[in-house]
């Protein structure tokens, strides 16, 4: 027969135990949370958008040119053309050229400024590089004659995005075709995102299209200069 008392002992023993681990697991959780909150850093809010540091990376060539250290980076540009758009919101188009003088190395493409809508001393600059032009290009003009029968649904938005976060947008808007162009920059030291949109009638998105073109053709006649010397 089971002693009582020594049931209720052993009872006894198996509670005193099961708090120890359960109060050994609250401790060692609440570390590594402390720990896990001291090593991700967040970047400053800015245009309400607070951003983990560690997760933010170079989107493409010409970014990472320009966020290397140790070394002169040599940026050579031409302004393409400014484009006015809504509410005093615009693009600024130019031709760029990345050159890391350690490496011996260049890079190229497009940095596209734009200005914010109801905010044009607000901007933010998305850069373009050299192999993602023609599609831009491409998908400049297919949102331009966005065409409704291209679903089956009652309405229509279509979007297109680069690596480096410039993303073009033909949607409806009371009724009307609207497009807008967002640009994305990525600011060192502190690593901030920062962000501007500009409105376009719709069919400024085939001027747009040109002058994108036109920079490309800027770059490649610099870069035939070059090869040629």
């Not at 009582?4 to 099961?18: F, G, Q, R």
């Not at 001291?38 to 983990?52: C, H, K, Y």
């Not at 850069?127 to 003009?141: K, M, N, Q, S």
């Not at 002058?211 to 870069?223: L, Y």
């Amino acid at each position: 027969m089971i002693d009582p008392d020594m049931s209720n002992k052993t009872l006894l023993i198996v509670l005193i135990a099961l708090t120890t681990l359960c109060a050994s697991n609250l401790a060692k959780a609440q570390q590594e949370d402390t720990e896990n909150a001291q090593s991700t850093q967040t970047a400053p809010i800015r245009n309400g958008a607070a951003v983990l540091v560690d997760q933010i990376r170079p989107r493409t060539r010409l970014e990472a040119t320009l966020l290397r250290k140790s070394t002169m980076i040599i940026k050579g540009y031409t302004e393409i053309r400014t484009i006015p758009g809504a509410q005093q919101s615009g693009i600024r188009i130019l031709a760029v050229e990345l050159t890391d003088t350690s490496k011996g190395t260049r890079e190229y493409g497009l940095a596209i400024e734009v200005r914010q809508a109801g905010q044009s001393n607000h901007g933010a600059v998305s850069y373009v590089d050299y192999t993602e032009i023609d599609p831009l290009v491409a998908a400049l003009e297919s949102l331009q004659k966005l065409d409704a029968s291209a679903t089956r649904f009652a309405g229509i938005d279509a979007s297109f995005r680069t690596a480096g976060d410039l993303e073009i947008q033909n949607v409806e808007q009371n009724g009307a075709r609207v497009a807008s162009i967002q640009a994305v920059q990525l600011r060192p030291p502190a690593a901030d995102l920062v962000w501007a949109t500009a409105y376009f009638d719709i069919n400024q998105l085939a001027d747009i299209a040109q002058q994108i073109q036109a920079a490309k053709q800027a770059i490649d006649a610099s870069r035939a200069t070059r090869e040629n010397k």
